[in-house]
């Protein structure tokens, strides 16, 4: 059964860092994309933030994150990583781990198994 367990999150103050990691287990050597979401107080779709690959080639970044965000994946550990820089009060949400084995897409419609979330909250 995959599992994804996410670590981090928390309270930081505007232009703070924050480290949010995430590991995925029972995957069975299967081959997959693995990427971070957030959902923002009042909204119900869960916005991609950073989404490699599968081979991590190509990561998607909105605008709003982009030179702010950097994502890793340890493949051996079946970790990926989200190291978030500069933080703004509109970086404050529920940020969710999720994967997708098709790898169909950056939609949340795309992936089928989803942590549990972690909360960030930025405050001024």
Known sequence: QVQLVESGGGSVQV???????????????????????????GKERREAVAIP???GGFIYYPD????RFTV????AKNTLSLQMNTLKPEDTGMYYCA??????????????????????TVSS
């Not at 232009?15 to 959902?39: D, H, I, K, P």
């Not at 994967?99 to 960030?120: I, P």
């Open 15 to 41: 232009g703070g860092s924050m480290r949010l990691s995430c590991e995925g287990s029972g995957l069975q050597a299967r081959s997959y994309c693995m990427g971070w979401f957030r959902q923002v107080p």
């Open 53 to 55: 690959d599968r081979n």
């Open 64 to 67: 709003s994150v982009k030179g």
């Open 72 to 75: 890793s994946r340890d493949n």
């Open 99 to 120: 994967l997708d084995f098709q790898c169909a897409g950056w939609g949340q419609e795309h992936f089928a198994y989803w942590g549990q979330g972690t909360q960030v």
